[in-house]
């Protein structure tokens, strides 16, 4: 395996404090509320939300109580991804009551593993006898990886081993049961994710097994003959309609992984593949997992991404389908996908630190990602839409998965969890550094203190981002020393301004693929200002987007914005931006947290149908003036219920 050297290194978020600012806001909340929400929740304490029996599914797997196994095939991963989140919670300070949470659960998961090693509640409990028969639909190895990704960050965090070790020992078993020996199956997983879980697991330990077991899975997939066929040979009852209908695309093996270049299939898994592909390429130097990264990523990001940088646009599958088809109204768009989304992003990141990466992952961030959650922490979306007509979601079929409010918890919770590890995690996406760079690709009100070459190396960020077009950036080193300092201009912005110590920078010449290089010898106490000018922008989308044609979106630096029915009325549809209409910004303490709005003078259709009418002649439709208002997109749902929409008419 080739070395990794040409690759920037990220940076733990055991050494980023995020301070008070958006997203230090959004870590409290995580801590403080969502977390201990989540735990009554997964212990079945909560009256009026969908049961979990998470836990207990574990204390029945550990002989400590009777009964069956309830839920999805994968529960488990709800309580790992919960203590994953505590870790990073962890790692920010110390919390003693949410440590000794986790090492209550800690103790009973070790307890429910088996001599061998293997640790699956389910199949533990409902089906013993049917280990590794589905290996396309079982998600033992899903499963899987979110416990050793929990494991690793716990021990991280605290530095205790029992649940590292409890991963060992089944990662140990997993690497017995599969890869390219006699007595192995030549499988791989139907949900993609352990691949990125066993990179981290390597990393941690320095065993090399986990690299070769992850890089023999993502190199396997989509072999011919296909490991999935063989299976549905051997199962004559399958009943699996999304196989029937989607078939190997579904699992992304319909082809190996390096002749793939669309995006295909269930949009978690596709993602959660890239990631660990994307891993595997950065500890080998594999330059063809590279390039299949590339074009995977291109195919999203151009054919296949919602404005709001949500990706999967129909339920059926939860699957990304073709170029361009992107639906506001019936559209799926997961909060674990945009999750995953943000793993790519910042892997990708790794491998070529271009802002085309670091962009989307802030768009994410700001968009698709937290409007999984509520202002309050306890409440989530599994579908992000962008366009809400209540009466619709409620009658008709195709339209039932489109909640117009977010839920106190979910059969199938994988989002919740998920959405509380990546905002406990913020820390990690901020900065990346090599030799003698530190990248800064997303603002965020933080600092870190970084080991350049020897030097220690403290970066102090202060802004209110993303309202204040403001960034101030504070040097501090113990010593001169001449390094690059790279920050992103993001592609929103036209008319980027630097100033270093109040003298302005010509951005001209020390542009790098989306980044500002600021090479210098740099003293104690320097001061770099960015001034990232907010002007609010009309998007429109692709003509190829057919749903969204005649359309216009509006956005204020990384946020999208969305119009809801509490503040402007029914039937938006009516609703018409004309063409030079003036965007006006007014930044609101007491709305909704403390959120910029978008005023601008539009135009409604003024109705003069009777009841009796469905179809007329009319030689013009006549308008009337109304002022609407722009809301965050993120924000939706946490007032009154009602219709919402992001796709304006523009006339």
Known sequence: MESKNLFKANVSPKKVIVNDGFFGKYIELIKKVALPYQWDVLNDRINNAEPSHAVRNFKIAAGLLKGDFYGVVFQDTDVFKWLEAVAYILMAGPDAELENKADEVINIIEKAQQGDGYLNTYFTIKEPDKRWTNIRDGHELYCAGHMIEASVAYFEATGKRKFLDVACRFADYIDTVFGEGPDKKRGYPGHPGIELALVRLYKATGEKKYLYLSKYFIDERGKTPNYFELEVEADREDKNEIWKKLGLRYYQAHLPVRSQTTAEGHSVRAIYLYSGMADIAIETGDKSLIESCKKLWRNIITKKMYITGGIGSTSFGESFTFNYDLPNDTIYSETCASVG???????????????????????????????????????????????????????????????????????????????????????????????????????????????????????????????????????????????????????????????????????????????????????????????????????????????????????????????????????????????????????????????????????????????????????????????????????????????????????
């Open 341 to 651: 989304l943000i793993f790519f992003a910042h892997r990708m990141l790794q491998i070529d630190p271009n802002s085309n990466y670091s962009d989307i992952m802030e768009k994410v961030l700001y968009n698709s990602a937290i409007s999984g959650i509520s202002l309050d922490g306890k409440k989530f979306f599994y579908v992000n839409p962008l366009e809400v007509w209540p009466e619709a979601s409620e009658k008709i079929k195709i339209r039932e998965h489109v909640k117009i409010t977010r839920q106190s918890w979910l059969r199938c919770a994988c989002c919740p969890t998920n959405i509380a590890r990546l905002l406990a995690s913020i820390g990690k996406y901020i900065y990346s550094i090599s030799e003698d760079e530190i990248y800064t690709h997303l603002y965020i009100d933080s600092e870190t203190e970084l080991d350049l070459s020897g030097s220690k190396v403290k970066i102090k960020q202060e802004t209110k981002y993303p309202w204040s077009e403001r960034i101030n950036i504070s040097v501090y080193i113990d010593k001169e020393k001449e390094f690059s300092l790279l920050l992103r201009i993001p592609g929103w912005c036209d008319n980027a301004k630097i100033f270093i110590n109040n003298e302005e920078i010509n951005l001209c010449d020390i542009k790098v693929k989306g980044y500002a290089r600021l090479k210098r010898i740099w003293k104690n106490g320097d001061v770099v200002e960015v001034v990232l000018p907010m002007v609010v922008q009309r998007v429109r989308a692709h003509p190829g987007v057919r749903a969204d044609i005649g359309k216009v979106a509006i956005q204020r630096g990384p946020i999208v914005y969305c119009l809801e029915e509490v503040d402007n009325g029914p039937n938006l549809h009516e609703i018409m931006l004309p063409v030079k209409s003036e965007l006006n910004a007014d930044f609101d303490k007491n709305l909704l947290g403390g959120v910029m709005v978008v005023s601008v003078q539009a135009e409604r259709y003024n109705s003069k149908w009777t009841d009796d009418e469905l179809y007329k002649f009319e030689e013009e439709s006549e308008y009337r003036p109304v002022t609407v208002k722009f809301i965050p997109y993120y924000a939706w749902a946490n007032r009154e219920p009602g219709e919402m929409v992001v796709w304006i008419n523009e006339r």
